[in-house]
């Protein structure tokens, strides 16, 4: 099959992460894989795809998108500025296609994938900036998550018809609330599959980050709200006051939210014991010098690190965030859980795991088992069968 992969951006993150991993499969399944960066400049993962993948670069402006205007009906003057800013926003989008068209070879494809899953990737397929038999909207999270956000994801759901969720979790109550949505499309339910060896990793860095008598926490993740790092900087200042555990912390990735926290680190003192490291592809050398890894988001879809963390062999504390960390971790199965945004049961937690070897080990055994269940041979035959089921787009 010909198949379009569609980003909105390929910055490092989870989602682009996974998207590189399933570039991987379908070309290992032989399938002739495109990929477009509707945000050129952010390119930073453009160079994990396998080397056979083109890549198309097109800025496309969320403003351009008549969806990305829905918020403002919440608002008491929405319902009447909505109208006219919609059909503005909708000749802009049309506009925006024609030039498209008259710049781009039209190639026609048999799949096209959004694959952020965010308005810029999902009008671009459901407008038909590209031409395909098939479209799929891959949600990385639940239905309910997108459509309790914006009822604007069901009107480009119902143009695309074909879904693939990463939890069914509540997804009965939203197709009751949205019967228009479960007349059009069809929804599969598939994990983001992950490599079940680590990837190659520098040595020397790990040893160094291993090179020390405190245990080491680490959290791989974007600064941003809804991952919450303050809560695992509050955690560790419980740590030190309340269970007398001194454990060093680490943090691997950047966001709005960095300087906040560097900040708040400060102010309680804990600068000496948490290093900032930015943003880095090779996760991997920083997980496997881990004593333990956490993680600590609000919401969730399916944290890829945590899959990571199992494959590297390090037990995990992670906040029980719908939908996602329950679909890994189960009922405390196959890592500790502790409630969202509190830090004292976060460090109560860590302090659990930190005391008791027996009890890291039986975690480390139990990750490496269930990351199997992610592995892209069981991935990877659930996505031939999705890709022989598709139903046509609208």
Not at 6 to 27: K, P, Q, S, T
Not at 204 to 227: A, P
Not at 247 to 261: A, E
Not at 270 to 297: C, E, P, Q
Request: glycine letters at 6%.
């Amino acid at each position: 099959m010909k198949i379009a992969l569609v980003f909105d951006g390929l910055g490092i993150g989870g989602i682009e992460r996974v998207g590189v991993n399933y570039a991987r499969m379908l070309c290992s399944l032989g399938h002739d894989v495109t990929i477009f960066n509707l945000q050129p400049d952010l390119a930073d993962m453009e160079v994990e795809f396998p080397e056979e993948c083109d890549i198309i670069r097109s800025s496309f402006s969320k403003y351009a998108l008549p969806e990305s205007f829905f918020a403002v009906t919440k608002r008491t003057w929405g319902k009447y500025v909505y109208p006219p800013v919609y059909l503005i926003a909708k000749i802009g989008l049309l506009i925006k296609k024609l030039c498209w068209k008259t710049t781009c070879k039209e190639d026609h494809f048999d799949v096209a994938i959004a694959f952020a899953g965010h308005f810029r990737d999902l009008s671009f397929v459901a407008y038909e900036f590209i031409k395909a038999y098939h479209k799929i909207a891959w949600l990385h999270g639940s239905l309910a998550d997108y459509l309790l956000l914006s009822y604007s994801y069901g009107f480009l759901y119902r143009k695309i018809r074909n879904l693939c969720t990463l939890s069914d979790a509540n997804q009965g109550y939203a197709l009751e609330v949205f019967p228009e949505v479960a007349r059009s499309v069809r929804i599969t339910k598939i994990y983001n599959p992950i490599q079940t060896e680590p990837s190659p990793s520098n040595c020397s860095l790990t040893g160094q980050l291993k090179n020390s008598e405190d245990d080491l926490l680490v959290m791989v993740g974007r600064f941003d709200k809804d991952k919450d790092q303050e809560t695992v900087i509050r955690a560790l200042k419980i740590l030190h006051e309340k269970h007398a555990k001194h454990p060093k912390l680490l943090f691997v990735g950047d966001g709005p939210t960095r300087t906040i926290c560097e900040q708040l680190a400060h102010d309680l003192g804990l600068a000496a014991s948490i290093d900032f490291v930015g943003a880095k592809s090779n996760v991997d050398d920083y997980l496997l010098a881990a004593t333990i890894a956490v993680h600590s988001s609000s919401a969730e879809g399916l944290p890829t690190v945590l899959l990571e963390a199992m494959r590297d062999g390090v037990p995990i504390v992670a906040t029980n965030s719908l939908p996602g960390v329950s679909e890994i971790l189960g009922n405390d199965e196959y890592g500790l859980t502790c409630a969202v945004e509190d830090p004292e049961d976060m460090a109560a937690k860590i302090q659990q795991m930190l005391e008791d070897p027996e009890l890291r080990s039986c975690y480390v055994e139990q990750g490496l088992k269930r990351v199997q269940d992610f592995s892209f041979d069981t991935i990877s035959r659930q996505l031939e069968t999705i890709l022989s089921q598709l139903v046509p787009a609208s």
